[in-house]
């Protein structure tokens, strides 16, 4: 059956008494390390603000900002610090620190907020958990070997037992089957709403006149932007006058600039930083391809970026990436660093070959809209407050 639209959804959840909706995240997207999971939640807010829904955001606090913030419609509460938040966030939603609530969204960004244990606290209210995808490997990348393993008994262990009853929305079909797989979710509770697009990303100005090579993300670990550099390095062996362009700030940048150093590549990969949104829509209009290097992925929204701005992608062979790349027609996955320079290469040397998978790009991007992603996940939160039916009432204290 297929999704209504957002209006349509907007008035199934008015029937079904969804009118307030507390969303509960780890981090908002003014924070400095916002990433892919902060947009969705951004991007879902708005548009449910838009359609009549009052939307509550909880989150950790932003330094220098304040606590309290309204933003496109929606209401942000930003307090406490990065980790506090997975305490705090829970008391504020079950003491009514928020106020009245007719349903909740727990974003499961790496740690859980456990909502299924306090969620039924006072009286239980309909909720969805946004999942974008397991983090596995990524614990022993970000912590030390303790906290890794801690995170990881956390992700694999505890939490699936704890969430084995919860709807679980997630980006993409091979997410949805690593959850299941890994984390041995319910597959009838696992549902799949893909992200979507902002309507600014489009075909605009020329391709740039040599070959370049963009990708885009935070500067960490799983982002292996290492793996890009060599490979770009290898490439310019070859093709002299390819240049590669990286675009994110983070922790990784110091290392980042000193392997581009030590490989001799300050002349042709570049490192400019986080950009303005106009120059990072000109960046993916300019590009030949855009690359993914990511070890994780629920989706790979820089990709489909590209792809509405009539960019190929060359990406990593990762749930995720299986689905946002149409493998021969939108782009290729790679899961070498030597099968990816040999796509890399393909694609800045034949003009036929990258214009046949532009096209075909520009089309698979045109399936997607953040109207259809707000109206999914609306849609998935009116079905779990039909299922619970009358065992659940307006939350006041």
Known sequence: MSTPDLQTAAALAEEAGLRRVAMIAWRDLGDAEAGGSELHAHEIARRWAQAGIEVVMRTSS???????????????????????????????????????????VEIWNGMPFFSPVWGRFGVPLPRVTWLHHVHAEMWQMVLGPRLAAIGDTIESKIAPRIYRRTRIVTLSE?????????????????????????PSYSPGSEKSPTPLIVAVGRLVPVKRFDRLIRGVADMHERRSDVECLIVGEGAERDGLERLRHELGADSY????????????VDSYRRAWVVASTSVREGW?????EAAACGTPAVASRIAGHRDVVIEGQTGFLASTRAEMVRHLEAIVSDEGLRERLAKAALDRAADLSWEATAAGTLTTLVDEATRVGSGWQRTRR
């Open 269 to 280: 990969i570049h490192l400019p930083g986080r950009l303005a949104s106009a120059d990072l």
């Open 62 to 104: 932003v330094a220098g900002e304040p606590e309290r913030l309204e933003r496109d419609g929606y209401t942000a509460v930003r307090r406490s610090g990065r980790y506090q938040v997975f305490g705090t966030g829970p008391y504020d939603i079950v003491r009514g620190r928020l106020g009245a609530l007719d349903g909740l």
């Open 300 to 304: 790979g929204m820089t990709v489909s």
């Open 174 to 198: 091979s997410s949805r089957c690593e959850i299941v797989a890994m984390l041995g979710m319910r597959p009838s509770r696992v549902s799949v709403v893909q992200p979507g697009i902002d």
